[in-house]
T-cell receptor, first 114, second 115 residues
Framework: QQQVKQSPQSLIVQKGGIPIINCAYE??????FPWYQQFPGKGPALLIA?????SEKKEGRFTISFNKSAKQFSLHIMDSQPGDSATYFC?????????????FGKGTKLSVKP | EAQVTQNPRYLITVTGKKLTVTCSQN?????MSWYRQDPGLGLRQIYY???????DKGDVPEGYKVSRKEKRNFPLILESPSPNQTSLYFC??????????????FGAGTRLSVL
């Protein structure tokens, strides 16, 4: 049973475009939603995260939008650059439960063309 | 430098030959975890550990063993590797509790091929 569904599987945009990656979750007990970025040959690294008490969080060119009622959240990358080309994973967890156990989506491979 | 170190980075082995992938972290993290990454399947948790001598199964534990005898080390053991265990493996660690913010730090990965 996949608890976090991520789409699309791959995405190609031109430099300056705004790629959007979407995730949906099922477990209403989840209360922490991070995004991890993975470059080829590297391990994933935390990019940005949100708690469900806010609807949006921005860090630089990266924005998470969160819709609690729809159980969906998305990552927007403003003014995308070729250096943003990577695989992006959304995830969810319960901070108060089995803390540390992240449930990951299947990943989105993003290519930003010059 | 704070880091999670996995060894080896690349490994080619044959079916049935026992192997161990080591993982060590220098951040005094309580929580450690092993994931495997396969195309189209994302990151799936194999085993995790909340502290020394405390381990538990993740989503795909079959064919794997772990141990946590020391806080910094969390080796992944494949007693009898099979070709379906060919994958990219990641170790991760984090604090638990308020300090955690659930930020997991990942190693650079171990690419395993079982022939």
């Amino acid at each position: 049973q996949q608890q976090v569904k991520q789409s699309p599987q791959s995405l190609i945009v031109q430099k300056g475009g705004i790629p959007i990656i979407n995730c949906a979750y099922e477990n209403t007990a989840f209360d922490y939603f991070p995004w991890y970025q993975q470059f080829p040959g590297k391990g994933p690294a935390l990019l940005i995260a949100i708690r469900p008490d806010v609807s949006e969080k921005k860090e630089g060119r990266f924005t998470i939008s969160f819709n609690k009622s729809a159980k969906q959240f998305s990552l927007h990358i403003m003014d995308s650059q070729p250096g943003d080309s990577a695989t992006y994973f959304c995830a969810a967890s319960r901070m108060g439960g089995s803390q540390g156990n992240l449930i990951f989506g299947k990943g989105t491979k993003l290519s930003v063309k010059p | 430098e704070a880091q999670v170190t996995q060894n080896p980075r690349y490994l080619i082995t044959v079916t049935g030959k026992k192997l161990t992938v080591t993982c060590s972290q220098n951040m005094n993290h309580e929580y450690m975890s092993w994931y495997r990454q396969d195309p189209g399947l994302g990151l799936r948790q194999i085993y995790y550990s909340m502290n020394v001598e405390v381990t538990d199964k993740g989503d795909v534990p079959e064919g794997y063993k772990v141990s946590r005898k020391e806080k910094r080390n969390f080796p992944l053991i494949l007693e009898s590797p099979s070709p379906n265990q060919t994958s990219l493996y990641f170790c991760a660690s984090s604090f638990l509790g308020v300090r955690a913010k659930n930020i997991q730090y990942f190693g650079a990965g171990t690419r395993l091929s079982v022939l």
